[in-house]
């Protein structure tokens, strides 16, 4: 986990306002994504990126946006947020892995509640 | 079915024996997966991995089955001990694209003394 950081770890905030998490990554991995993890659901997409000018929604990329800094660095934003984002978020990486399934190493995760 | 969170299965087992935990995954063009093991406020630690031209790979004190004809997958932990308790969930590649993976909601092993 250590290869992978992300901060806040926990973050309280109020419905409307803008909230950016972050992720960094000591890995050398070409590819980040962000998830987000519900009681009763598995993981889901929200963007990922290739590589730095290389940026996708995922299932459920409605009310974030992302920025890819730099190779090693990946931030999910927020824009207004509302309640139902509360959750928790990860950051992952890998390394493309030349058309076979690459393996995802995740972060320690942040946790978002939005009052 | 598993599922992360408040109302997970839970698996409670003896300290020293052997666990097993299962996954039912959905797609029949999935040809990799892997188990993750997520510890109380931490993010998911891979495990072990298997692809689907085997149906079975062992690693230390974990044994990962693979059922393609039944669609079932499951972790078999050796002797386990304190430390693994944690939630468990399995995430398959659907084979669409390199990145793109269902992840289970989780079965929450405790591990009694």
């Known amino acids: 986990d250590a290869d992978v950081t992300q901060t806040p770890r926990n973050r309280i905030t109020k419905t409307g306002k803008r909230i950016m998490l972050e992720c960094s990554q000591t890995k050398g991995h070409d590819r980040m994504y962000w998830y987000r993890q519900d009681p009763g659901l598995g993981l889901q997409l929200i963007y990922y990126?290739?590589?730095?000018?290389?940026?996708n929604k995922g299932e459920i990329s409605d009310g974030y946006s992302v920025s890819r800094q730099a190779q090693a660095k990946f931030s999910l934003s927020l824009e207004s947020a509302i309640p139902n984002q509360t959750a928790l978020y990860f950051c992952?990486?890998?390394?493309?892995?030349?058309?076979?399934?690459?393996?995802?190493?995740f972060g320690p995760g942040t946790r978002l509640t939005v009052l | 079915g598993e599922s992360v969170g408040l109302h997970l299965p839970t698996l409670s087992v003896q300290e020293g024996d052997n666990s097993i935990i299962n996954c039912a995954y959905s797609?029949?063009?999935?040809?990799?997966f892997i188990w993750y093991k997520q510890e109380s406020g931490k993010g998911p630690q891979f495990i072990i991995d298997i692809r689907s031209n085997m149906d079975k790979r062992q690693g230390q004190r974990v044994t990962v089955l693979l059922n393609k004809t039944v669609k079932h997958l499951s972790l078999q932990i050796a002797a386990t001990q304190p430390g693994d308790s944690a939630v468990y969930f399995c995430a398959e590649n659907v084979g669409s694209g390199t990145y793109k993976y269902i992840f289970g909601t989780g079965t929450r092993l405790k591990v009694l003394a």
């Open positions: 992952a990486t890998s390394d493309s892995a030349g058309g076979r399934a690459d393996t995802q190493y």
């Open positions: 990126s290739f590589d730095v000018k290389d940026i």
């Open positions: 797609n029949s063009a999935s040809d990799y």
